[in-house]
């Protein structure tokens, strides 16, 4: 058996941070590789540095009996302003992107998360209906009986909602407001409550004993 890991070491190697090929994550770490699952993400501060990398990777690949799929690889550049990036693999140059879903996350070149934020509470409202009929407001559930809900709530919902949420950078009041209206859809009617009851969102999470989720996200992030 060939890990990625092992070809990874040869293509870096002891001298390899030395030339600039890594992206700097914290004054005291560098970061050049990524291997989550099967996947390999090669990083580099700029495309000279990407395509020697790319190179050495592709020719440890052939070494050890392997090689580049190019028609699953892509290149993304991260920058405010779109930077052309012609990286190519065996003469065959990598198609470049503007968005990449990447491990259930969207990433963009400008670096933005609101459309992945948009992408939780879309993904998290789907489970709250599905689940609507058959248990939240289900009659035999009496408000007594808010643990089972709170159940879900916490187990189901709360991580289809927060997937990725250490990425997330929220820097706008509408994307705070979004992500808080998500949270208290489902647990207002956890509460048996709506809308026209006129209930502050603070009453409903005291006596739920729950806390804000961006306070929890916060809290973890800093």
Do not use: N
């Amino acid at each position: 058996m060939v890990f990625c890991g092992e070809v990874l070491r040869d293509v870096w190697g002891p001298g390899a941070f030395a030339k600039g090929c890594s992206v700097s994550v914290r004054p005291e770490q560098e970061l050049g590789s990524a291997l989550p699952a099967d996947d390999v993400v090669l990083m580099a501060s700029s495309g000279q540095d990407l395509q020697h990398v790319l190179e050495r990777f592709a020719a440890e690949c052939e070494a050890a009996g392997m090689r580049i799929s190019t028609s699953k690889s892509e290149a993304m550049v991260l920058d405010r302003k779109r930077v052309a990036c012609p990286l190519q693999v065996g003469g065959e140059v990598l198609p470049q992107v503007e968005e990449f879903k990447y491990l259930g996350v969207l990433f963009t070149s400008e670096g933005k998360i609101e459309r992945e934020i948009d992408r939780r509470i879309g993904a998290a409202s789907a489970v709250m209906w599905s689940v609507y009929r058959t248990v939240v407001v289900k009659k035999e559930l009496s408000r007594s009986e808010a643990k089972l809900k709170l159940s879900i709530y916490r187990s189901i919902y709360v991580p289809t909602l927060t997937y990725g949420h250490e990425l997330w950078v929220m820097t706008e009041k509408g994307q705070d407001r979004g992500y808080k209206l998500a949270e208290m859809s489902f647990l207002r009617r956890v509460a048996g409550r709506s809308l026209r009851d006129r209930v502050r969102s603070s009453v409903t999470r005291e006596e739920l004993g729950v806390e804000p989720l961006l306070l929890q996200h916060r809290e973890r992030v800093s």
